[in-house]
């Protein structure tokens, strides 16, 4: 099975603090996605990766930037945590060609106070 | 327009009955189509995928797929209790794999 594994389940975290989102996958999928989901918006795409030291931006990346130095790696990076940013962050992986399935990891729920 | 749109709900249906859940996208040149299931608390789960116009069957599940009408549909039969959860549907445009989700559907199946 596909095991895609995010650092941590819950953080709290001030305003203002640097704040790293870790994501690992096993499968040596070429595409990986972080999206934040929120009560009435679904989940939106902040970031994407379909290659190692590639990104672009999604559709909210703003207060977000993003690190690809591995292929199995893909962080997530909040340069200035702010109280809009308290959310469920989900990182997802892909194949590039062939099926193209999205696999989520177990979230991680952050909280900026 | 957003570029994935599903029926607000909450659906609400009782036990043993069909569930169907509707989804449409607004751009043609989509290639994937895909359903997610989402327990409160937990993160998305795929059960379905689809990629030609039809049906496409896997034991109580039935995905349908019409890329002329830009429309993709969830059928749950014999629903269950254990049903209940937010679905939602994703499409994917391009090669990248980037998914595009709908706002999901809350489906509430009661005995």
């Known amino acids: 099975d596909v095991k895609v594994t995010q650092s941590s389940r819950y953080l709290v975290k001030r305003t203002g603090e640097k704040v790293f989102l870790e994501c690992v996958q096993d499968?040596?999928?070429?595409?990986m996605f972080w999206y934040r989901q929120d009560p009435g918006l679904g989940l939106r795409l902040i970031y994407f990766?379909?290659?190692?030291?590639?990104?672009e931006k999604g559709d909210i990346p703003e207060g977000y930037s993003v690190s690809r130095e591995k292929k199995e790696r893909f962080s997530l990076i909040l340069e200035s945590a702010s109280t809009n940013q308290t959310s469920m962050y989900l990182c997802?992986?892909?194949?590039?060609?062939?099926?193209?399935?999205?696999?989520f990891g177990q979230g991680t729920r952050l909280t900026v106070v | 327009q957003k570029e994935v749109e599903q029926n607000s709900g909450p659906l609400s249906v009782p036990e043993g009955a069909i569930a169907s859940l509707n989804c449409t996208y607004s751009?043609?040149?989509?290639?994937?189509f895909f359903w997610y299931r989402q327990y409160s608390g937990k993160s998305p789960e795929l059960i379905m995928s689809i990629y030609s116009n039809g049906d496409k069957e896997d034991g109580r599940f039935t995905a349908q797929l019409n890329k002329a009408s830009q429309y993709v549909s969830l059928l749950i039969r014999d629903s269950q209790p254990s049903d209940s959860a937010t679905y939602l549907c994703?499409?994917?445009?391009?090669?990248?794999?980037?998914?595009?989700f709908g706002q999901g559907t809350i489906l509430t199946v009661h005995p």
């Open positions: 751009d043609r040149g989509s290639q994937s």
């Open positions: 990766s379909y290659d190692v030291k590639m990104k």
């Open positions: 994703a499409v994917v445009l391009t090669s990248y794999g980037k998914l595009t």
């Open positions: 499968m040596d999928h070429e595409n």
């Open positions: 997802a992986s892909s194949l590039g060609t062939g099926v193209i399935r999205g696999f």
